[in-house]
Every structure is written in structure tokens, then in C-alpha cells.
């Protein structure tokens, strides 16, 4: 009597049949045991499944809870900076902080750009800072994935090419965006911190009398 274990494969389900197989006219076949199982997948999860990647409920739950934090942390921080712009006049309740009018594409990154070597309005400035703060960078030497093109951003040849050409991230940033429209990487949180100590000492120059050590200390970490 041969014991044999089935199983038919679907993008969906699984079907399976535990069966005894007669090698004799004595012996009688017969089923022991059948099922399937039904898998409710998203459709992500159906390709990941038909590539043959792992899956994982509890990773999955473990991502969208750390985008969720990282969300709530990243709108405490734009909230304490917002708080801190207005107290020292940068903006007012009736600031618009969103690009506004006709081609305004780019108008932040290229005020961002500009603000490391030229003189810009307190106003362009403030929402100056809130770009920088809007991504703090990562601090370690991973390749960060690019989602929407499918590659692996390589955080160290950012960074050499900052050095090498002398950028900050902003102004390295608006180069890949004239050139290519496509995608902004991440950067090195100390490149993101040099970026703002650009932008910082050069704006001091214009207005030494509001961008004080002070105000200099209450924007660290924001």
C-alpha cells in the first residue's frame, strides 16, 4: 500500500488529498483525507505569492505601524517648527505654506537651492525649513529603496556626489528634477544637518539680528 500526499497549487488556494494507493488486488485504495485552503490575498500580496516571496501578516502590520509613527512623529515636528516660526515672525497665521499660482513646480526646492548661497524672504525661508523638515534622513550606510522606480538608492554615492560637486541636497535634488522629473533620494541625516548649516550662516548674513544662536538652538532636531 503506497501512501500519497497531493497537492494542486493555485495563485488562490491550495487544494491537498491524503490517499492509500492499492499495489495489489487485495489491498483497496482509498482516500484519508482532503482539503484546501482559501488565501485572501490583496493584490500585492497575490504577486508577491506567485513570484514566490514570503508572506507575512505581522511584517506587514509591523510596516504600516512604523509608517504610522513616523507620520505622527514627523507632524509633531512640523508643528513645533510652525509654533517656533511664528513666534519669531517668519510666518503668520494667514502664511500660505504650499506652493501657490501658475508653474510654481519645483518653487520650494528652488528657493531651498537658492538659500545656500543667495538672500531669500523670511517668508520662502520658513517654508524653506519645513522641506528640510519634512524628511530627517537616515544615519546609517543602508541603500534606501526607491518604491515607485524599483531600484536601491545608494546612500553613499549620494553623499560622494555632494562632496565631490560641492551641493547640498536641496541644489542636488532640483539638478535631478530638471534633468530627470523622476525621483528625490534619501539622504545622510549629517547631510540634511550641513544643508541647514548652509542655508543657516548664509541667511545670518541678511538678518543677524532674528537668526540668533538662540533660534539656532531651538530649530536643532526639528
Known sequence: ?????GLDLGTNSIGWALVNEAENEIEESSI?????RVNPLSIDEKINFEKGRPLSTNADRT???GMRRNLQRYKLRRKALIEILKEYHFISDETPLTEIGKNTTY???SLRALAATEK?????LAKVLLAINK???????????????????DGMEVAKKLYDQNLTPGQYALQILQKEGKYIPDFYRSDLKMEFDSIWLTQKLFYPEILT???Y???QDK
Do not use: F, H, P
Open 1 to 5: 500500500m503506497k501512501r500519497i500526499l
Open 32 to 36: 484519508v483525507k482532503l482539503g484546501v
Open 63 to 65: 510596516q504600516k505601524r
Open 107 to 109: 518653487q520650494t526646492l
Open 120 to 124: 531669500i524672504a523670511l517668508e520662502d
Open 135 to 153: 524628511k530627517r534622513g537616515y544615519r546609517s550606510s543602508r541603500k534606501a529603496v526607491n518604491e515607485e522606480e524599483g531600484q536601491a538608492i
Open 213 to 215: 544662536q538662540e533660534l
Open 217 to 219: 538652538k531651538e530649530l
